[in-house]
């Protein structure tokens, strides 16, 4: 069990939690991930690490609340327990070179590099964070990403803060010189489809790149291989060998195609939990 | 002398048609009366043979006497200090194989029902009002127990029995390894695991769970600043094989491991009520013939396939699964494709498997398992139309610990080097046993190298 002991609204839809959770907290390293469970019958899900603090042993998560657990887990306030909380998983990042790393967060991606750019700008890198959104309002974590990196580039679709247009698009103008210069190394957090498209930004440019994939998973531990993902036409469980993969080497298309295999089945589970909760008299 | 019987004593099964809906368990258990009969059966050998085919030697003899008696405490004490899992082992042993298969009355006619006495006596003292609680730990060195499978649990009983606080850690959120997420419940209620655990715990074991030795705390931090003076690694084989076959990946294919997680671990059959769905057609192929197949396949019809097929490349012969198990699929109404060899998982546009291509076998000569080698026809490739496809083809053990853990030895399959003896791994004060060390095996192995490094850990942390 792991005790909130603080809860923030970052968008409507997205909800930061610090818990009480020492001994991930002593072990977690940027990159990694942590699987909750909020209730009894309840599903196990992965959520990436977003900070963590080891002298008060507590763990930071984000959470975006799109399905039955997310939004279960978005009811919880301070002083509740998160039922079950595992970790840290999966490898921490392996980035041992300097040089100009670039984050790219897309929606709520942004919250996980917050400890990986406080990490790789201790390790003596100079740090870029790009941040996008549809507009000014989904924005999240700014102010912390400022202190934890060098220059925090911010986009929107509609162009209500910062740079007009998408991540990539940004991405493609420090490549040319723009702003804080040409990244050494891209690490991207978000949607699929976003890391997909930093993916082919780069590619071209031949700028190492890394994406953190998110499949399906049950366990986390490497042992039922829901997870599977091919990277470099070899097949690796993400939960295990990654989350962090060569974005060049994946396959984004099969990686998207598996993670809509319950569609159904997790509308199904939308409908019932908010039929539950009409029942209830909430909401 | 009675007269005895030449067959075993039928055991009530639930009818095939009913059962192949639901989780309830298939087999019902005797009652007092068809207990004492079969133990009836027992010819009391001076040399009691069916001992030396029990992994834990459990004095066969002796227990079925009592039963025999009418001595229901007296056998579930017997049983209880050589097994300390009887209810599970009762359940899922393959007794065919062990102490059953060296029966004196087997060599003409039908040997004793050994397991399922087995269970009798185990589920009669289930019913029995708890005894008074067991002292307090004894002795100052703590012993850490890495998994909650078979092995840990044992290791974990005995070395409390023997005066020393004990603590397992397990990764999971609940505890039992592959007795949680592994058997479904139709073959061994969770309310049995439950009570074994529960024993446990009164014997003063703690039990953590949600904390992964290797990822959350390493070796080091359980001799280091955790003190404990010994370790028993007992994580199982949980690492699931593919074939490596095209389509593997396609939506729709499972790992048993994740199939059976859903449903057992994490309830998928109760969805919506439960929050885990699996992805079930209704024609699904599991590819294997292990117990862990047919507990997939079987497991399969109670979430809703019509149709469910074991797809096997040696022939029904080799299957490694129990005859028992073998008999009730056969009775839900399960398929068997034997000697046929499956090489590509087929899709359609949009990722969703839709047939299983094979290619048929015969048997050749013998190889290295000493089994028949399966050897493919040419040209006889066909397609089984499916809309699930399920790989049973074994497991490694899982190699999160070793890789944290220095100094730790493993084989080319991953499987923790311990001496034979001593159960003792190449790390002073760690020990091991079960699948982490055998590679996949049976519940009742798991449950007796628990028990002999429980042995040996006391000895090394004594003296």
């Known amino acids: 069990m792991a005790r909130i002991l ?15 959770a020492p001994l991930v907290a002593a072990a977690a390293q940027p990159g990694q991930f942590v699987i909750v469970r909020v209730r009894e019958g309840g599903e196990r899900i992965p959520l990436t690490i977003a900070d963590y603090d080891r002298d008060n042993g507590t763990l930071t998560i984000v959470v975006q609340e799109v399905g039955t657990t997310t939004k279960l887990l978005g009811t919880l306030e301070l002083g509740d327990d998160i039922l079950d909380l595992v970790g840290p998983l999966g490898m921490a990042i392996d980035m041992p070179e300097k040089g100009h790393v670039v984050g790219i967060g897309g929606g709520f991606g942004a919250a996980a590099l917050l400890c990986l750019m406080r990490e790789l700008s201790a390790r003596g890198n100079r740090t870029t964070v790009i941040i996008g959104a549809r507009d000014s309002s989904l924005l999240i974590l700014i102010d912390e990403l400022e202190k934890v990196c060098d220059n925090v580039e911010i986009c929107t679709d509609d162009g209500s803060a910062g740079f007009k247009g998408f991540v990539t698009e940004r991405l493609a103008q420090l490549i040319d010189g723009s702003g804080p210069g040409k990244p050494d190394r891209v690490v991207a957090i978000g949607p699929m489809p976003m890391m997909r498209a930093v993916s082919e930004t780069t590619r071209e440019k031949q700028i190492p790149t890394l994406v953190s994939l998110d499949p399906l998973m049950v366990d986390g531990t490497g042992m039922c291989g829901g997870c599977r993902v091919t990277v470099n036409g070899e097949v690796k469980f993400a939960c295990v060998d990654g989350p962090l993969f060569d974005a060049h080497q994946v396959d984004f298309k099969e990686a998207v195609r598996r993670n809509k295999m ?3 089945q997790e509308q199904a589970s939308k409908d019932r939990s908010a039929c539950r909760s009409l029942a209830l008299g909430q909401d | 002398m009675p007269l005895k019987r030449v067959d075993k004593t039928p055991m009530p099964e639930r009818d095939a048609t009913l059962r192949s809906h639901d989780f309830v368990e298939v087999n019902e258990g005797y009652n007092i009366a068809r207990a004492r009969f079969e133990a009836e059966r027992c010819l009391r050998c001076q040399d009691p043979v069916c001992v030396a085919g029990c992994p834990v030697k459990i004095p066969i003899p002796d227990f079925v006497h009592k039963v025999a008696a009418g001595d229901m405490a007296g056998a579930a004490k017997i049983l209880r200090s050589a097994n300390p899992l009887p209810a599970i082992c009762g359940r899922v042993c393959p ?47 703590k012993v850490a127990i890495i998994g909650s499978g078979p092995a840990g649990l044992v290791c974990a009983g005995e070395l409390a029995a023997l005066g020393h606080p004990v603590t397992i850690f397990e990764g999971l959120h609940a505890a039992g390894g592959v007795l949680r997420y592994g058997i479904p419940e139709f073959r061994l209620p969770k309310e049995v695991l439950d009570w074994e655990i529960e024993q446990l715990k009164r014997l003063g074991v703690e039990i953590v769970c949600n904390v992964i030795v290797g990822k959350t705390i390493t070796m080091d931090d359980l001799f280091g600043k955790m003190g404990y003076s010994a370790v028993f690694v007992g994580t199982g084989a949980g690492l699931p094989q593919f074939m490596g076959i095209p389509g593997e990946n396609l939506n729709g294919v499972y790992s048993a491991n994740e199939f059976l997680t859903r449903v057992n671990l994490m309830h998928a059959n109760d969805f919506p009520n439960a929050d885990t769905p699996v992805m079930v057609g209704k024609r699904i192929a599991v590819i294997g013939a292990g117990n862990t197949a047919m507990d997939t396949v079987r497991t399969a019809l109670r979430v809703g396939a019509e149709k469910g097929m074991i797809v096997y490349r040696r022939s029904d012969k080799e299957m490694t699964a129990r005859v028992e198990e073998h008999h009730h699929a056969i009775e839900e109404g399960v398929e068997f494709h034997w000697l046929t060899n499956p090489v590509e998982i087929l899709g359609d546009e949009e990722g969703w498997v839709t047939g299983l291509k094979c290619i048929r076998m015969e048997l050749g000569e013998p190889d290295d398992s000493g089994r028949a080698r399966p050897v493919p026809i040419e040209g006889s490739e066909f397609v089984i139309p499916v809309d699930n496809v399920v790989l049973s083809i074994g497991n490694r053990p899982n190699p999160l610990l070793l890789q944290t853990t220095k100094g730790l030895d493993a084989n080319q399959w991953g499987c923790l080097v311990v001496e034979d003896e001593s159960a003792q791994t190449s790390l002073q004060h760690v020990f091991a046993g079960g699948d982490a060390v055998t590679g996949a095996a049976t519940v009742i192995l798991a449950a007796g190298a628990g028990k002999s490094a429980a042995q040996a850990i006391h000895e090394d942390i004594c003296q």
């Open chain 1, 6 to 20: 603080e809860k923030r609204s970052l968008t409507s839809v997205t909800k930061l939690f610090r818990v009480e």
């Open chain 1, 262 to 264: 319950y569609v159904r």
């Open chain 2, 95 to 141: 007794q065919e194989s062990q102490c059953e298969a060296q029966c004196s009355i087997g060599t003409r006619f039908v040997p004793v029902a050994i397991g399922y006495l087995e269970r009798f006596v185990a589920d009669w003292e289930m019913s029995q009002p708890p005894g008074d609680p067991p002292p307090p730990p004894t002795r100052p060195e």
